[in-house]
């Protein structure tokens, strides 16, 4: 992790220069060096708090005041609604641009889809980026016994267990299907990540995909499924593997040769963005450049701060690596540059394939009261007994509205041994809410 840290961000320091102008000139003079002493930054993040997003921003935020001229203060300002879209129309209209004001959002609000809707008012083009977290590629994890049978269509189908087949990860299936001739066959519906992985575990499916590194650790010990493919991770403008998976082969590299047309480069290059970005940090609509240098150095010596990367690991992900601006800034253009045929084209592929990515499943939702039994994976799985059977739900900081003696709390908050009423769909689906005494 540290070494693929470092190897991001082997840039070229910024050398401040101060142009001497002419007495006899009207020009301002050269400005002072960039220096937040005794100010504050504002740090919008469109997510409630709790969630990933909303951890990224502020642990990135801790560490990026620390490295910032002065050592500025850091307030943290939640402003969840409309899937990002709220807080970042506040943040492209109404905030200053002096340095004092900067934004964390995921990759859903770089998706043109997302942002060319008429309640946008921002175009991420707009932002000086500064930085973006990952959290590891993800991985297409197939059951052994099923690899004869993927590129063999006189065989039974290989089964690509998804939610809905929109996701980013597993639409690496989608692809293989399309331009390297898997044989697959697609089975939807599943409520969450914990679920895919168990009917992988049991056979009921024989492909899905994964970034968690302990779930691809242990079936890779067990000896039961291999790794297939990876998504990569952008470092310096180009793709890299996972460290612990050096031989898995990189997807995009498989994929870009059999693209012929325009279109069809822009469709997938559409899919590579939205996998490539996680979570990214931007300053507003014309900050000065010297500014907008001077949180760029912040944020690559934050990134490689030892207590930092640390702090990452335990709490955001194992394989949590940065991108540096330029990487970041080139991601948003390449989404951005997405035509509607390029999207149109994505939405005929998955048609072919019996997928339909709008199309919303009605679950029903269902309360019951009772104890957590656990509060496992760094609080994003609930553990409990529902009708003398052992369910499990996914936690989100932004989709579960969590509450303890009637305030509202973070899935942190929760712990073993509390009463609890939790509203769900079925196991393994995420939580719509979860209220404790």
């Not at 002493?37 to 502020?58: E, F, H, L």
Request: aromatic share 6%.
């Amino acid at each position: 992790m540290h070494k693929m840290l470092s190897r991001s961000f082997a840039r070229t320091a910024f050398i401040a220069g101060i142009t001497a102008g002419m007495a006899c000139t009207i020009s301002a003079p050269a400005s002072a060096e960039v220096d937040f002493k005794g100010k504050q930054i504002v740090m919008i993040i469109g997510n409630a708090a709790g969630g990933g997003t909303d951890a990224v921003g502020r642990l990135v935020g801790e560490y990026l005041t620390r490295y910032l001229p002065g050592k500025p203060t850091l307030i943290v300002r939640n402003m969840p609604g409309a899937g990002g879209i709220t807080a970042l129309n506040f943040f492209a209209t109404q905030v200053k641009n002096d340095g004092t004001y900067l934004t964390t959002g995921a990759s859903t609000q770089t998706d043109p889809v997302h942002w060319r809707a008429k309640a946008s008012k921002y175009d991420p083009r707009d932002f000086r980026m500064i930085g973006g977290i990952v959290r590891g590629s993800t991985v297409l994890m197939l059951n052994k016994k099923a690899v004869e049978r993927l590129t063999d269509k006189s065989k039974p189908p290989v089964v690509v267990g998804a939610i809905d087949g929109t996701r980013s990860g597993i639409i690496m299936s989608m692809w293989g299907g399309k331009y390297l001739g898997w044989n697959i066959k697609w089975v939807t519906g599943y409520g969450g990540t914990s679920e895919l992985i168990l009917a992988l575990q049991r056979g009921e499916i024989d492909l899905t995909s994964t970034a968690n590194s302990f779930l691809i650790r242990e079936m890779l010990q067990k000896g039961s499924h291999v790794a297939l493919a990876q998504s990569g991770t952008l470092v310096d403008g180009k793709l890299i593997a996972r460290a612990e998976h050096k031989t898995v082969p990189i997807f995009p590299e498989q994929i870009r040769p059999h693209l012929k047309s325009e279109v069809e480069q822009q469709a997938f290059g559409y899919w590579e963005g939205i996998n490539a970005t996680d979570k990214w940090l931007a300053l507003p609509k014309g900050t000065p450049d010297d500014v907008v240098k001077a949180y760029e150095t912040a944020f690559l010596k934050a990134v490689k701060d030892p207590t930092f990367i640390q702090r990452g690991k335990a709490s955001i992900s194992e394989d949590i690596s940065a991108l540096n601006a330029a990487d970041q800034d080139k991601l948003v253009r390449q989404l951005a540059a997405t035509t509607d045929e390029a999207l149109t084209f994505i939405e005929n592929v998955k048609k072919e394939q019996g997928l339909r990515s709008h199309a919303k499943k009605k679950v029903a939702i269902r309360t019951v009261s009772t104890k957590i039994d656990a509060v496992e994976n760094k609080s994003r799985v609930l553990v409990f007994k529902a009708a003398g059977k052992t369910d499990k739900v996914e936690l989100s900081g932004g989709a579960t509205e969590i509450k303890i003696a009637g305030k509202k709390a973070s899935r942190r908050d929760l712990k073993a041994g509390m009463a609890c009423d939790i509203s769900y769909g079925a196991s393994g689906s995420m939580a719509k809410a979860v209220t404790c005494k």
